[in-house]
């Protein structure tokens, strides 16, 4: 079993249209627990049209939280966090 896409869009669209930092939490462990398709993860939070500071921290979050590089690039990057 998959995400429930439209919870985990629900939970990043509180972050990225009102800043409530409790969604993007709520988003990262949802991501981290459950399968999810990454492409459309990453592809809804960059496309999705919120300020440029809050589509980065949200899309660095979501790629730590799923265990990715934060910042795209060169594998031997080590993951950061925020």
Avoid at 19 to 46: I, N, T
Avoid at 51 to 56: I, W
Avoid at 61 to 74: T, W
């Amino acid at each position: 079993m998959g995400v429930d896409l439209a919870a985990l869009h629900g939970h990043l669209a509180a972050w990225l249209d009102d800043g409530d930092a409790a969604g993007l939490d709520a988003a990262c462990a949802m991501a981290k627990r459950e399968p999810v398709d990454v492409d459309a993860l990453l592809s809804f939070v960059a496309d999705y049209g919120a300020s440029r500071d809050a589509t980065d921290l949200a899309l660095r979050r979501l790629r730590f939280a799923i265990g990715l590089p934060v910042v795209a690039g060169p594998v031997c990057r080590r993951p950061t966090g925020d």
